[in-house]
């Protein structure tokens, strides 16, 4: 909660496929240039750094921090417009088809807590007001020290 006024704005940090990674970087680091510009966040993509773990399965972690949540969520608007594009599909065809979105977003452990509920209420009135499943796994992110791994996903 606020402590002497200050609110203080946890870090987002999302678990992506490498591929995607690589998109919120862009080309020579344009793109992940321009979603610091645009939103005043502090944006990584953290790849080489992870732990074993996490590089076999070729994904890496979105790290989008900054003291203002206005801007940190215009940093995560762009870095999730970033994931989604399918632009630049090879194959017409998979550029358009529909498929559900799905994001994995790490929070710290003693956070699983109050995101879920008590008797999971506030989760349910999540999924209601976003109309999206929401998943909290409670197994520590391997290699991430008491980290959980939450997932959500809407068409």
């Known amino acids: 909660g606020p402590r002497g ?4 704005v946890p ?11 690589a998109r919120v ?4 680091g344009e793109s992940i240039k321009a979603l610091r510009a645009a939103s005043g966040a502090s944006v ?5 750094e992870l732990p074993e773990a996490l590089r076999r399965r070729q994904e890496c972690i979105v790290l989008a921090s900054c003291g203002e949540a206005s801007s940190l969520r215009i940093a995560i608007a762009g870095i999730l ?32 807590g ?16 976003l109309g999206c499943d929401l998943n909290v796994v409670r197994e520590p992110l391997a290699g991430v020290a008491a980290q959980r791994r939450g997932g959500g996903g809407g068409g």
């Open 114 to 129: 109050p995101l879920v509920g008590p008797g999971g209420e506030r989760i349910k009135a999540l999924i209601q007001e």
């Open 25 to 28: 970087i862009g080309k020579r």
């Open 81 to 112: 417009d970033r994931v989604f594009d399918r632009s630049g599909l090879p194959d017409p065809a998979e550029r358009g088809r529909e498929r559900p979105y799905v994001v994995d977003v790490i929070v710290p452990e003693k956070a699983s």
């Open 44 to 48: 990584k993509v953290l790849q080489d």
């Open 11 to 21: 870090p987002c940090r999302l678990v992506v496929k490498a591929t995607a990674g």
């Open 5 to 8: 006024g200050i609110v203080l």
